[in-house]
């Protein structure tokens, strides 16, 4: 863009302006011969019209490169052709330092911002932010994966969550007040849940408008361990109290009624025994299991060769399989190998199987115990080498909307049966944690009326 000449003559008025006027003074006053004036006069003019296109000309470069690097938010372009006035020049450097400066600092928040999002969008607890109406701005993956919504969005669940009474509260609380609140709810629906939710007011507003934030803890598995835990202890003292009832009761009647029939004596004596027994082992069991649950995440070392190992437990519980007539009828591939494995474990693994198969399979039926690599094709167990082992019954099977829980501590289907023929519900708690701790797979397969089947896939060395 040229200079415009009105702006030139307008500054070289400015500039020549005083030293002219002087001149015509002089001239005026006959202080100064008029020729010689004249040729001033007319020196002045142009020394102040070089001057003030110079000065111009410059300036507008300055500017111009001032407003391309706004513009494009960058460097300061260096400023082109001499530059006759020496502070626009050092203007120009300032500028270009500034920008660079100011360039640098744009990136560093640019940066910090995107750490931000990256941390919130990745933390583990779900984060949704309310605007100033209370309806969901954002949320992040986790909430998003909690409330089944697609993109940035909050899915339907979610809206659920706001309406809950006790959280609604806690919003409007944190609201009025700015301070921060805390609402532990329970969703029913879909999948029951308990969540935590602390709503935290945002003072100033986030630039989004976000006014409040919603962290979720959800709380389920804790909630659920800690009423695992007050069953367990509840279970474990029933189970004691039971036979501990039996045996005071024996030795007042001991001390009592009994005390001269021998006869009596005897027979109590022997259902004390019974009893003392069966707390014995339960003390046991727990002791035995609360060891596996210790050592559950250290994995086993060692080889087991299990088609050997379940000859041989099949024939130590022979007295146990004779009492209800029952044969095992063995289908064991030899040298079936797993690795890494415990011996110990699989052992009580095989022993509490076959128990069961023998104490709630039909009496004098057969049992089928199976070893064998595992087929890599099967679609419930992995696909990586390892062996497979069974235990089927004849039994009356168990009725499938017992067959989850099972495993269990004190779980038995039929509770008055189980303990009378001497189960306490421990037998498959102990296998599902040895299974566990050999990175395993427990299967259990029943059909009411013809039997059932209890698998265990273990690894085996590649
Ligand atoms: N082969 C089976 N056929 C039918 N029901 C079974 C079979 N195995 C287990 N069950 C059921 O599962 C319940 C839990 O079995 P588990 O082995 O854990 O405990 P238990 O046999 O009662 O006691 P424990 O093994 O501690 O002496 C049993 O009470 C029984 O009701
Ligand atoms: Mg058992």
Request: proline share 8%; aromatic share 2%; glycine share 12%.
């Amino acid at each position: 863009m040229p200079l415009s000449t009105g702006r030139v003559l307008a500054a070289a008025g400015l500039i020549g302006g005083v030293p002219a006027a002087t001149l015509v003074v002089l001239m005026g006053t006959e202080a100064l011969a008029p020729l010689p004036g004249l040729v001033a006069l007319g020196v002045t003019a142009l020394a102040a019209l070089a001057l003030a296109r110079i000065w111009l000309g410059n300036l507008r470069r300055l500017s111009e490169a001032l407003r391309q690097a706004a513009d494009d938010h960058g460097e300061v372009p260096a400023l082109e052709g001499p530059l006759l006035l020496p502070s626009v020049a050092e203007i120009g450097e300032t500028a270009r330092r500034l920008a660079r400066a100011l360039a640098t600092q744009a990136d560093q928040v640019a940066r910090l911002r995107q750490a931000d999002a990256a941390i919130i969008e990745r933390l583990p607890d779900p984060l949704v932010v309310l605007d100033e109406g209370g309806a969901p701005l954002r949320a992040n993956g986790a909430a998003r994966t909690l409330f089944g919504g697609g993109g940035g969005a909050p899915g339907g669940d979610l809206a659920a969550l706001l309406r809950h009474p006790a959280l609604a509260e806690a919003v409007a609380e944190a609201r009025a007040d700015g301070a921060p609140r805390r609402a532990d709810i329970a969703l029913p629906v879909p999948v029951p849940r308990e969540l935590t939710v602390h709503a935290v007011p945002l003072h100033p507003p986030l630039s989004d408008g976000g006014r409040l934030l919603l962290l979720l803890s959800d709380r389920t598995r804790d909630r659920a361990v800690e009423r695992m835990r007050a069953d367990f202890v509840a279970n474990a003292s029933h189970e004691l109290r039971t036979p501990l009832a039996s045996v005071i009761g024996f030795i007042d009647t001991l001390r009592g009624p009994a005390k001269d029939d021998p006869e009596a004596q005897a027979r109590f004596l022997g259902i004390m025994a019974d009893q003392a027994d069966r707390m014995r082992r339960l003390i046991d069991d727990l002791l035995g299991l609360s060891r596996i649950e210790i050592t559950e995440h250290q994995p086993p070392i060692g080889r087991v060769d299990l088609a050997a190992l379940a000859a041989a437990e099949a024939e130590a519980l022979g007295p146990v399989l004779a009492q209800r007539g029952v044969t095992v009828a063995l289908a064991l591939t030899p040298g079936t190998m797993a690795a890494p494995a415990d011996a110990g474990q699989i052992g009580q693994v095989l022993r509490n199987l076959l128990e069961n198969a023998a104490r709630y399979g039909r009496e004098g039926g057969t049992i089928r115990l199976a070893v064998a690599p595992a087929d890599p094709g099967g679609t419930r167990w992995p696909a990586r080498p390892g062996v497979m082992l069974s235990v089927a019954d004849e039994g009356p099977g168990i009725p499938r909307q017992h067959i989850p829980r099972l495993t269990e501590r004190f779980y038995r289907v039929d509770r008055g049966r189980g303990r009378s023929i001497g189960g306490t519900g421990l037998g498959l708690a102990i296998v599902k944690h040895i299974v566990n701790r050999h990175r395993g797979v427990l299967l259990i397969e029943s059909e009411e009326g013809v039997g059932s089947t209890f698998r265990v896939w273990l690894p085996a060395e590649g």
